[in-house]
């Protein structure tokens, strides 16, 4: 074997060994799946603007929370993949309802000290009158990480990023839906 040839050979050796020893570190994400569920809770209090009702909301669904963490047991990454699916509806009318959903990823990144949230907040249709409620796109915040063993953070400050509508959900005009 040429002089060349064992020194490739060498290297080769030493990078698989140091692959391997990365990889056998490299712990694999946590993934949870948490389904969640609600009847007759408080959505918005339309009856703190003038109206004479506040909405309800019923609501299923589930979160998937997937939780990476470094070879000290830090979490540099939690991700939840969020589906749920509700309906609206007026506390003196629970006939009157609106069903919406929204797919949602959120991202608390403890390496970039980001929070992102992803897809779609809020989407309501009202059958002849089309969307009436859309939060969607992309916003970041960033985070004050408060500890890292617990996945404990503070969101601070104004948004870092914002892509798509993001009205903000008291901006939506809810009590208008019923109306």
Known sequence: ???????????????????????????????????????????????????????????????????????????????????????IYPDTDPTNRETGSGPLNITIDFLKETYTVSGQENHNNVPGEGRVAHQSGTITFRIEVLDRQTGDFDVVGDPLHVGGPHPGFVNIPWCEIFV
């Open 1 to 87: 074997m040429s002089q060349h040839a064992r020194w490739i050979s060498a290297v080769a050796t030493a990078l698989l060994l140091l692959l391997s020893a990365a990889a056998a570190h490299a712990a694999k994400p946590d993934r949870e799946v948490v389904p969640f569920e609600g009847a007759g809770f408080l959505f918005f209090p339309c009856s703190e603007f003038g109206y004479d009702f506040d909405i309800l909301v019923d609501f299923f669904g589930s979160d998937t929370v997937t939780t990476w963490r470094d070879a000290e047991g830090n979490i540099t990454r939690i991700k939840v993949h969020d589906y749920g699916t509700g309906t």
